[in-house]
């Protein structure tokens, strides 16, 4: 699938809601909102998963700066960051 960076969120902004403003796009395989461990707070970023590139295309292009809970997020292709050399 293509996986989705969704930054700058608001700590209203979980799982469903992020599924909800993202599967006007295409199909979404998975919504992940990074919390805290211990206190369960949002971090302020998650993940979106499509089942294909062209609706994530779209939704980059779209949502990109657009506002989610009255703030502007940056979304972008998710990198894994754990490679050597980056």
């Given amino acids: 699938g293509a996986n989705l960076f969704v930054g700058n969120l608001t700590p209203e902004v979980d799982e469903k809601s992020l599924k909800d403003v993202f599967s006007s796009f295409g199909i979404v395989l998975s919504t992940r909102i990074m919390r805290d461990p211990e206190t369960g707070i949002s971090k302020g970023y998650g993940f979106v998963n499509y ?7 779209m939704a980059i292009n779209t949502m990109n700066g657009q506002y989610i809970s009255g703030q502007p997020v940056d979304v972008s292709y998710a990198y ?3 490679t050597k050399g980056e």
């Fill in 80 to 82: 894994k960051r754990d």
């Fill in 51 to 57: 089942d294909n590139f062209e609706s994530a295309d």
